[in-house]
């Protein structure tokens, strides 16, 4: 970040080496001032503001700053949170009858229960539960099927953030050859079907690839979501790409991602920086799901 120079005329970039750093961190308060906009009008026109449900089961401290960050967040835009924290041996039955009566309450417009839960418990069975209209992290089957078949809907939080860092780099996907790192249904296969709705050629890349530094280096799209510190080396670059990296790692107290950052940046036409980039789009999206489902309701 030390040779970074002027910001260019798209906003959120800048000039470090050869790449342009997108910057997740201004294009995600762009996106929540259009939220906190659309929560004005929404509240005008119904009288009442969207609010968002949120559930944490048991004590994990990550979990706990995540959900604390995301009731702030809806703070600042005016979003309403009611927040549940259940003991961690709630049995799943009664998981499951809070998230029936929050689907019931028509005071709720999203619900999000955070992952992962305590390992008694089906967390893949808990984001089902949620009506779909509510599903704020848009996991539940109904979601992913929507999005698989092109439908409307709810979209998962993180691949919808990518999709607008891309666009507000002016970057479009279609026609594009684009590799996709990590086939989660969390991130990688909503990913893949975000990308191919846009045109975009896809290659989906997972532990059995054969040769993935091949794969890479055809892609003008490169997303690396491996959860694996520096596996994407300056090498694997096409000139030119875009590289988003989704990887949040913690390595020597620091938070690096799953690209070489450094090496990656000499290649590259645009890339994310870890931490700063992909990050604050989540918690941006879900905010604008949040109030997309108010609507909705």
């Known amino acids: 970040m030390s040779e970074q120079a002027r910001v ?17 961190r201004a294009i995600a308060a762009a996106e929540r001032a259009a939220v906190a906009a ?13 609010a968002l449900a949120t559930i944490l089961i048991g004590e994990d401290p990550a979990s706990a700053v995540y959900v604390a960050a995301k009731i702030r967040a809806c703070a ?13 041996g709630t049995p799943q039955a009664e998981v499951l009858a809070l998230i029936d009566a929050l689907n019931a309450d028509p005071a709720v417009s999203g619900i999000l229960c955070q992952l992962p839960v305590p390992d008694h418990l089906d967390g893949a069975g808990l ?23 092109g439908l409307p809907g709810l979209r998962p939080c993180t691949p919808a953030g990518v999709m607008v860092l891309l666009a507000r780099a002016g970057i479009d996907p279609a026609g594009r050859d684009a590799v996709v790192i990590g086939r989660s249904n969390l991130f990688g296969r909503p990913m893949a079907r975000l990308l191919t709705a846009a045109d975009a050629t896809v290659t989906l890349c997972h532990r059995h690839t054969r040769d993935l530094a091949a794969a890479c280096r055809r892609a003008e799209i490169l997303i690396a979501a491996a959860g694996r510190p520096g596996l994407v080396g300056g090498d694997w670059i096409r000139p ?58």
């Open 8 to 24: 260019y005329g798209v906003p959120g970039l800048w000039k470090a080496s050869s790449a342009r750093v997108i910057d997740g």
């Open 38 to 50: 659309g929560v004005e009008e929404f509240v005008a026109a119904h009288g009442r503001a969207p």
């Open 76 to 88: 600042e835009v005016g979003i309403g949170s009611v927040h549940h924290h259940l003991p961690a």
């Open 127 to 149: 984001t089902d539960r949620i009506d779909p209209a509510k599903d704020v992290d848009g996991l539940t089957v109904a979601n992913a099927g929507r999005l698989a078949l």
């Open 240 to 297: 030119g790409a875009t590289v988003i990296d989704v990887g949040i790692n913690r390595v020597g107290g620091r938070l690096v991602g799953d690209v070489d950052f450094a090496a990656a940046a000499r290649l590259a036409g645009a890339i994310t920086p870890v931490p700063g980039g992909v990050g604050p789009m989540t918690i941006a999206c879900l905010l604008g799901n949040t109030l997309e489902a108010a609507g909705a309701g």
